[in-house]
């Protein structure tokens, strides 16, 4: 058994932009303080949390130990809600590469974490952007293919003929509560659902054009921090997102229960269940109007760091053993 690697990375969550950013339109995340941390090390089997590793279900990590000429063994431990439009899947593909390539010795730019991270993502599920990846790589706050970004710009990716610039974005503190629905919804088969209304329907692509014009109209805001304005373009976002049908009942029921407390509300990620998410001043209020209707509230801090080894081998770590 070889020495224990630990890394973590952050989950996310997308203030403008989810699914028309898959068709190289604008979109705004942020990473936030709920983090999966994931150790690895050398073995004589493949192993996961104690189980034997079954790479069918684990595709992700497949196309991450492609290269290696030994078995690991992998710890994980997730502070974020899995399956629920939070980023569990890239921030757990962004650890593991980085865990992977330290425990290889290689040293890789945050630039290849990000695309290693991104090729894994698209191996398991295909189709995505590279957002959900370089936000829990990066961390902070990502612009992505705003006009006139404000910050530094991070990368370029290429894939199918789209094309993302992803720059850094500082924001401004903001208190954001996320509901969490409790309905898992992986992102490929939402994904896929709008790709075939896309294919089939015009209207479809008048919608994605929508919310590319409230995406950058809420960019701007969030960048003079007028957050009466973005909350206004988060909440137009969700009524376009649910016309694509992403939307659910229950996201619906927690977005409806919030607004009365808050700038705006929408669902984030890929819906069909997951998360929605509430810009406001008053989160206690959300809070309690998402636990009325069945929904489980966080209060989240943005901002967190992206990618990082964790100093702690994994029995200091909480890990699952
Ligand atoms: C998922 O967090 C966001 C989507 O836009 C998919 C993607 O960008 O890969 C729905």
Known sequence: MGEWFTASAPGKFVILGEHSVVYGKPAVTLAVDLRMTVAVRRSG???????????RRQPHLRYLTRDLRHAIDVLTYSEIPVGS??????????????????MEGDSLSEEEIMLEAYDAEFYAQGNGSPMDASTSVHGGGISINMPEPHGRHLWDVERNGRR????????PEMTFVIGNTGIRAPTG??????????ER???AREVID????????GGKALMR????SLGKCMTEDHKLLSILGVSCDALNKLVNASLPYSYGAKLTGSGGGGCMVALTDEPEKVCEAIISRGGTPYVVRTGGPGAMMEPNPPDKTGLKR
């Open 45 to 55: 089997w493949n192993t996961m949390n104690g189980e034997r590793l079954d790479f």
């Open 85 to 102: 439009g939070m980023g569990s899947s890239a921030a757990l593909s962004a650890a593991m590469a980085l865990a992977i390539s330290t």
């Open 164 to 171: 993302w610039s992803f720059n850094d974005l500082s924001v």
């Open 189 to 198: 088969p939402q994904v896929d659902k709008v790709q075939r209304y896309m």
């Open 201 to 203: 329907n015009h209207f």
């Open 210 to 217: 929508d919310i590319e014009r409230v995406t950058i109209e």
């Open 225 to 228: 921090r007028d957050l009466v």
